[in-house]
């Protein structure tokens, strides 16, 4: 039997299971079933605890529901987070985690004894086209202008270890991220495709978003999102930098941009269950 543990920041629910509890490595099929909210046990992906790399403590594999890798992920991390202490696998409340998209800090917030807050240090964000990647723009790929479907959209690309598409806007429409949201993500600009958001600033420190998840699609709540659009906020001029926080439908999240553009993401996480992979769920991975 394959034991697992599920949890969620702000509505961003994932699956965290061990690599070495599985007999084989996970397949796309195998992906997706687990993922799906009907046929699964459902969630916006899987973190994998792997060996880590770079000198970290732990290693995490993030899998997103279509299969494929995501570099790095802020809830993804803080769930990946409270896993490894409340089950006993971190002998202190601060630790590094090696990603896809490189190594992080995260330090568990203990209060009456019981841990519901993490923050974790995202790492330097880019605006380097070629470092997003997007093509098109010789430089720094802020305000481009993108056409999708008849659209004419301003975006600034950018990544925090993973890449963002950032596109400010007065007016949020949920309908319109649904519809727009796949279209720019597999634009021919974007070659490793690109997570994407709708963002209207509200004040000098805040902002609210809607999110188009690269390999998962509409998403409550986003932690690389959130410090995506943040970065963005302070580099098209409309924030300032450090603390800006992000709301988006699953709740707020608290993004820090320092002068060098290093990012704190800071916020809410929970363990929803425990469980094991039943005997049926097992045969129809194996098929």
Request: glycine share 10%; with cysteine; charged share 20%.
């Amino acid at each position: 039997m394959i034991p697992f543990v599920k949890g969620h920041g702000l509505g961003n629910d994932y699956i965290v299971i061990d690599a070495a509890d599985l007999p084989a490595a996970l397949t796309t099929p195998q992906i997706t079933r687990i993922c799906d909210r009907n046929w699964g046990v459902g969630s916006d992906g899987i973190l994998l605890r792997v060996e880590p790399t770079d000198g970290a403590d732990f290693g995490v594999r993030i899998l997103n529901p279509d299969g494929s890798e995501a570099e790095k992920s802020g809830n993804g991390l803080r769930i990946f987070a409270k896993y490894l202490h409340d089950h006993g696998h971190a002998r202190a409340d601060t630790f590094t985690v090696s990603t896809a998209g490189g190594r992080v800090e995260c330090r568990c917030h203990v209060e009456a004894g019981r841990m519901r807050l993490v923050t974790v240090e995202m790492g330097r964000c880019t605006f380097r086209a070629a470092e997003v990647p997007m093509r098109g723009p010789a430089a720094d790929a802020v305000a481009v202008p993108l056409t999708v479907e008849g659209s004419a959209l301003v975006v600034t690309a950018v990544s925090v270890g993973n890449p963002h598409c950032v596109i400010f806007t007065d007016r949020l429409d949920e309908a319109l991220v649904r519809r727009l949201g796949p279209l720019v993500e597999h634009h021919p600009a974007f070659p490793n495709r690109i997570n994407v958001q709708w963002a209207r600033v509200t004040s000098r420190a805040a902002a609210e978003i809607l999110i188009w998840e690269r390999g998962a699609g509409f998403t409550l709540a986003s932690g690389s999102s959130s410090s995506a659009v943040a970065c963005a906020a302070v580099r098209n001029g409309l924030c300032d930098h450090g603390l800006v926080r992000v709301s988006m439908p699953g709740g707020v999240l608290s993004v820090e941009v320092r002068p060098d553009w290093s990012i704190r993401l800071q916020g809410p996480v929970e363990e929803v269950y425990s469980g094991t992979f039943s005997v049926d769920l097992m045969d129809a991975l194996k098929g």
